[in-house]
Nanobody, 125 residues
Framework: QVQLVESGGGLVQAGGSLSISCAASGRTFSPHIMGWFLQAPGKEREFVAA???????HYAGSVHGRFTIARDNAKNTVYLQMNSLKPEDTAVYYC???????????????????WGQGTQVTVSS
């Protein structure tokens, strides 16, 4: 049974920083792509960032230059460092992972097989 468990969300002032992480567990699970999505109140879930096992990073335009995604393959863990946070970054952040290469783009949630429960990030103005 594969599980993704996020941690590190919370409340931060605008302009501040926050780091969240997600650990994937499962006996033989080795995630291919790990990514982050967010869902703001009343809105659809949207792509934030992704990182394949082989490296390279992908970001939504709204977070490019402010957020950094990284992963530790030995720990099956993905991290998201969020800097220069804005009130509009307030959302539930979900970790997602694929078990193999996806037929969809890294930003398409349809390509992800596993999802975490989400962690709340609130940015106050």
């Amino acid at each position: 049974q594969v599980q993704l468990v996020e941690s590190g969300g919370g409340l931060v002032q605008a302009g501040g920083s926050l780091s969240i992480s997600c650990a994937a567990s499962g006996r033989t699970f080795s995630p291919h792509i790990m990514g982050w999505f967010l869902q703001a109140p009343g809105k659809e879930r949207e792509f934030v960032a992704a990182i394949p096992r082989s490296g390279g990073t992908h970001y939504a335009g709204s977070v490019h230059g402010r957020f950094t995604i990284a992963r530790d393959n030995a720990k099956n863990t993905v991290y998201l460092q969020m800097n220069s946070l804005k009130p509009e970054d307030t959302a539930v952040y979900y970790c997602a992972a694929t078990s193999s290469g996806s037929a969809y783009g890294v930003g398409d949630q349809r390509g992800y097989d596993y999802w975490g429960q989400g962690t709340q990030v609130t940015v106050s103005s």
